[in-house]
């Protein structure tokens, strides 16, 4: 048994395109482990060889999570050392890991990260933004009325999320009609490879750009603020609609909208009889 003090887990960054971007650090944990729990091993091989890391590797996926969790305990109560990594990125991070990190925490487990790339912050970094302040989802959800949901819970604060590349022009659909067309988004794929891209403008911009260009790689999107004070009408016809179907009277519409967002009530009223 090895002393509790020991790190007996690590949490391993890896590059999320360019494998320049391996740390050295990271090289060295590889290499040091008793094993390697990654996420696919075929993926993975090519950038361990890569670095001339030939530890053991075993998987660790969405699917197998709860078995190699139990493993992985009884390993290390044995005194062998593991390193975590996903296909790319961060581990635990919209990629598996979680499970395994509260278990061997339970059990006093010292578990140590070692930082580099992840899709976030590499995005965050390079985009205009007003705010430090964001909120970070994950992959969203597919039917419209989760993200609807999503959407509104987000709506004073940038809303950054994962995505499909074939389910992104749909999603872009759902916020425009969700949020109006003052949405704003910013868009990355393909980061740190030979064809990054990032995007910005209104979602119908983005739309019909996406719809007349490539849309491959790994996405990553922001969802601007929204701004409740400004002029644009469109930013509370969602929120009319929604009290519409809720059978709201246009009155009561009107009071609950100019309350919630200091807005004059007369405009929002004249808004609700137009949108009848």
Request: proline letters at 3%.
């Amino acid at each position: 048994m090895t002393k509790k003090s020991d790190v007996q887990l690590y949490i391993v960054a890896t590059p999320i395109g360019n494998k320049s971007d391996m740390s050295l650090r990271a090289v060295e944990v590889l290499k040091r482990v008793d094993i390697i729990a990654c996420e696919d091993s075929r993926t993975s091989a090519n950038l361990l060889e890569s670095y001339g890391i030939a530890t053991k590797v075993i998987s660790y996926h969405k699917f197998n999570e709860k078995q190699r969790t139990a493993e992985f305990l009884k390993l290390i109560q044995d005194g062998k050392k593991i390193a975590l990594i996903s296909d790319a990125g961060t581990p635990c991070v919209s990629d598996p890991g979680r499970i395994l990190v509260r278990e061997l925490f339970g059990h006093n487990i010292k578990i140590s990260s070692i930082p580099g790339a992840s899709a976030i912050t590499t995005f965050v970094s390079m985009i205009p933004r007003e705010s430090e302040e964001f909120a970070f989802y994950g992959f969203l959800p597919r039917t419209q009325n989760q993200q609807q949901k999503i959407f509104e819970k987000f709506l004073t604060t940038d809303l950054i999320f994962y995505e499909s590349p074939l389910r992104f022009i749909e999603t872009l659909k759902n916020i425009l009609q969700i949020r109006g067309s003052a949405a704003h988004v910013a868009v990355g794929r393909e980061l740190t490879k030979m064809f990054e891209e990032v995007k910005t403008g209104t979602v119908e911009e983005i739309i019909d750009y996406y719809s007349n260009n490539t849309l491959k790689g790994e996405i990553v999107c922001m969802l601007y603020a929204q701004n409740l004070n400004n002029d644009d009408d469109s930013n509370f016809v969602s929120k009319i609609k929604k009290l519409k179907e809720l059978n709201y009277s246009d009155k009561d519409i009107s009071q609950i909208i100019s309350t919630l967002y200091d807005v004059n009530k007369n405009k929002i009223y004249k808004l609700v009889l137009d949108l009848k």
